[in-house]
């Protein structure tokens, strides 16, 4: 990833990042919804190759603008690879843009790049935290948001699929902390059920196979981030008339999944589904709330998740770009521990 520097320049070397299902969601998903755009492979005439991006950290090793600084470190997207060639716009004391022109057109929130030298408060013992937790926490943030604001579409139980998730932790803990919540069901495989009731923020936790279990008298939103179609097929039948709206968000299920025309393929009416997609829910509260009142909301929410985290989440470190290659088809497998989050030193 690093191509020939021109114009104001910055090449930076990428120092550590997370890897979550969230990542795998990125790599389904890269065609449909142009994930693999950000990093083009390079020596890919087939085409057939991408690069998954990943959230972490970098240092500027080169600059060709006056405003950032040689050895200056900043938070943001990247690929899995040792350096990175960027073009900064919209330069402030806390972040730039990076102005490449394969990225123009893609969702800000992936092109903006932090400047940790311009943040109030900065802690670097929170780096891995916030690599791991910071964009799934994001999204999480969005649907608690998107749910109150919409009273939770007339449903009194919110039903999250893949409760043992990143992000579907962060969302039950976000909901479990509004007024009058609603009841708070995670859906699991049975092999995650303790670690996901321990948690503590779930009223009710279920195996796949227990899903007869529900409480079929309250009417219900499916947050699903496994992209299951068997499981959500089965959620539809028993639910009925009760399913208010399934919100489609991730595919930790990712070898479950199909893929079509942009959009996963759901057993569930068209009526109900929506396919939600944090970066524009971001974008319409930057345009109710301003800049700083959305991160002003955003900050505190990912502060109380951040702390909640550290009673479950186990920080594993993996040394090198080849480690996590021999590690990467482990992980691909399903081969995650919901209580551990991976950073990969480079």
């Known amino acids: 990833m690093h191509s020939p520097v021109e114009g104001n320049d910055v090449v930076v070397k990428i120092q550590s990042f997370a890897f979550t299902a969230n990542n795998l969601t990125y790599g389904v998903a890269g065609d449909a919804i142009g994930y693999w755009k950000f990093f083009p492979a390079l020596d890919n005439e087939s085409g057939n190759w991408g690069c998954i991006p990943m959230w972490g950290f970098a240092e500027i090793t080169y600059s060709r603008d006056p405003k950032l600084l040689v050895g200056e470190r900043i938070f943001g997207y990247f690929p899995a690879a040792d350096y990175l060639t ?3 716009s919209k330069v402030t004391d806390q972040g730039f843009f990076d102005g490449s022109s394969h990225r123009i057109e893609l969702p800000p929130v992936y092109n903006n790049y932090v400047r940790l030298s311009g943040e109030d ?3 670097p013992a929170m780096d891995d935290i916030r690599a791991l937790l910071f964009p799934l926490h994001v999204t999480s943030f969005c649907l608690c948001d998107a749910l ?8 009194t139980q919110v039903i999250v699929v893949s409760a043992s998730s990143k992000t579907g932790i962060g969302l039950a803990q976000g909901l479990a902390d ?6 708070i069901v995670g859906l699991t495989a049975q092999k995650n059920v303790s670690f996901v009731r321990d948690l503590g923020c779930y009223n009710q936790v279920l195996s796949y196979d227990d899903i007869d279990k529900l409480d079929l008298d309250l009417r219900s939103v499916v947050v699903d981030m496994s992209g299951n179609k068997k499981l959500l097929g089965s959620l539809n039948t028993i639910l009925g008339d009760q399913l208010m709206k399934c919100l489609t968000v991730g595919m ?4 479950q999944v199909d893929v079509g025309e942009g959009f996963p393929d759901q057993p569930i009416s068209k009526e109900k589904t929506e396919f939600f997609f944090a970066p524009a829910h971001i974008q319409n509260r930057i345009g109710d709330w301003g800049r700083a009142g959305y991160q002003q909301r955003t900050e505190a929410f990912m502060k109380g998740r951040g702390k909640q985290s550290r009673d479950w989440m186990n920080v ?3 040394s090198g770009l080849e480690s996590f290659a021999k590690l990467y088809s482990r992980l691909v497998a399903g081969d995650l521990v919901p209580s551990e989050g991976i950073i990969v030193k480079t």
């Open 148 to 155: 109150v604001m919409r009273s939770y579409h007339g449903a």
């Open 86 to 88: 960027l073009r900064p």
């Open 178 to 183: 509004e007024q009058n919540p609603p009841r």
């Open 316 to 318: 594993k470190e993996i």
């Open 121 to 123: 408060n900065y802690d």
């Open 252 to 255: 930790t299920h990712w070898d």
